[in-house]
């Protein structure tokens, strides 16, 4: 039994730590009969989750669209164009900056025939592409054939003299000859001397295995469950320290160890409100993946009116925090739950008591609970939302616990003051930084070009300079204490908030700043660069690129892309700005960029053999996508391997992350292992 856990361990690392070849999705298609002079080819497609599929026609300097190839067509003709049917979701792209369609979930595209009688065929493939949030799949064809016999139309028979026929004599029907198979091409072998091979040659040989033995894949598919839970942590020990809840703690603890004489069944009721406190939270977050739906918390990141509404809720949130107003529920919600709780007894009263203390305490932890909701839906899991709370409640719901086995530690808690409502006026500045940062999605999604990259970052320098200002006590709100005295924590984090306003300002000029890329607006919104500092493929030919190396001695980092990869051009934004990245790049590496979705047609199409069935390489970027499937094992984008001049790779792979210390890492190692 040991063993087998063992290999279903080990198959699973296998799996999910190495790159390797994804199908998330299968397309089907038939031949659907309308009439006897009618019919239409139907494309069904099943896409898995997280996954979709792009429309047709999104126009030029978009994503790969749904495209339909005829090769041979005989008795019939194309009704018309490929079209699109079923739920078809269209959106603004933010870095294609345009408007796309695509499918999640079933993708399904009809092209009607005209039968103009007799025999007919009709054969070729349907070219789709398919993304998620982290990868984008290669052009992907689905090939069809479909032949029969249709009768001829009617034709109208005009009333004349009835003329006399020669009978003419009929032949032996002959049988239809089989349209040729194409045979099997064989890429020419260049020049021996000069070193140029192409499909076949030994630097297309498989190097899998050595790929794996070089260690797991880096590149993260998305926000792991353990951050979320921690910014949910993070979420209440804030939500602890505000003047709604901070006071309720000692209260609370000492009612439930006075209210019985036993001292354990007094610590078993604080445990039991504790949990009590989690249960609620943990129903809020589900109910906020059931209200919305998996589709809905996916759409969430891009969807313009969604990123409008949460700028509006954020800066309410911040006003509230800045003394403007309370946010507060309903007080007959509070007095009923409240005089309910006294009414009954054992664990009823203990959960309803914690529901007193959710809507008691909503004025504070209302706004860090809807920013936490926010930020954390839009990451696109469907479980992110109930992670979290879970999160938030653990943090919320410690203290009472931890009080109530150790209620010595009451005395030893720091007095309510005037500190609490600086947490909350600190947090209605955060609040209303990130609030801009949604406003930015929208503004990029309408193209109001309200906020680029430099407008953002001025107001983010002077709101983190201004809360830093705060924090020393030059600004006032309407709840804070006279008390001009400044603490000594309360001084180191508004000399952290001035530093980081002041980290800020170079990238009014272009300067990439890493540490807020994941919130600013791309730099190609920027009006005004001074830093130029970018990197340029040296080839887009494989064979050529790795003769070049060879010729001067240097590695090769080959680049796996598309036209139409998002994320491609995010990492070309974030990392390969950084000087020591480009610096690598471009003095000790030949880069080869291959884009996948290059619809450039090869001289003639290459039939190749794969996992047992004959396909056609018909385009450079067909080619291209063979080359990372048969040689690396892998076909989602983006995808950066660096191998030595007989194609041997060097590290181990790099997929999607945008951490710049550990692309540097990825590219040392490399050179280091070539060097030796």
Partial sequence: MRKWVLAVIGMVIAITAFPQIQEPVTFSQQLRKISETEAEIVFTGKIDRGWHVYSTDLGDGGPIEAVLEVEHITGAELDGKLLPQGNEIS??????????????????????????????????????????????????????????SAQAPAVAVAATTPVEQTPVPVEAPTETTPEPVLPVVEETVGDVSSG??????????????????MGEAIGTTDRSWLYIFFAGFLGGLLALFTPCVWPIIPMTVSFFLKRSKDKRKGIRDAI????????????????????????????????????????????????????????????????AVDSKAEQTTGLISIFLMAFTLALVSFSCTGPIIGFLLVEVSTTGSILAPTIGMLG?????????????LFPTWLKQMPKSGGWMNVIKVSLGFIELAFALKFLSVADLAYGWHLLDRETFLALWIVLFALLG??????????????????????????LCSLAFAVYMVPGLWGAPLKAVSAFAPHMYT????????????????YDLGMEYARRVGKPVMLDFTGYGCVNCRKMELAVWTDTQVADLMNNDYVLITLYVDNKTKLPEPITITENGQQRKLRTLGDKWSYLQRVKFGAN??????LIDNEG????????????????VEFLETGLNNYKR
């Avoid at 969430?300 to 949460?310: D, E, G, M, V």
Wanted: proline content about 5%.
């Fill in 526 to 541: 920027q009006d005004f660069n001074l830093y130029k500092n970018e990197v340029h493929a040296q080839f887009d030919d």
């Fill in 636 to 641: 989602a984008q983006p995808f950066y391997v």
């Fill in 392 to 404: 938030f409640a653990i943090a919320l719901a410690l203290p009472f616990t931890l009080f109530a």
């Fill in 469 to 494: 200002v705060y924090l020393l006590g030059k600004i006032k709100f309407p709840h804070d204490d006279d008390d001009t005295r400044v603490s000594v924590p309360r001084f180191f984090l508004a």
């Fill in 272 to 335: 039991t409100y504790g949990l009590a406190i989690i249960v609620i939270y943990v129903a809020l977050g589900l109910a906020v993946t059931l209200l919305f739906g998996a589709s809905a918390l996916n759409a969430l990141s891009t969807n313009a009116i969604f990123n409008i509404f949460f700028f509006l809720m954020l800066v309410v949130f911040a006003i509230s925090f800045f003394g403007a107003f309370e946010i507060t529920l309903p007080s007959s919600w509070t007095t």
């Fill in 196 to 213: 140029i091979g192409g499909i076949g040659s030994a630097l297309w040989a498989p190097v899998v295995d050595e790929l794996h033995a």
């Fill in 91 to 148: 959106d603004y792209d933010k870095l294609f900056e345009m408007q796309v369609r695509w499918f999640e979930n079933e993708a399904q595209f009809v092209q009607r025939l005209k039968l103009t009688g007799g025999p007919w065929r009709v054969e070729g493939y349907l070219t789709y592409g398919a993304c998620n949030d982290q990868n984008c799949l290669p052009p992907t064809d689905v090939n069809f054939s479909f032949s029969g």
């Fill in 648 to 663: 041997k790779p060097l590290n181990k792979s790099y997929s999607y992350d945008e951490d710049v210390d550990k692309y």
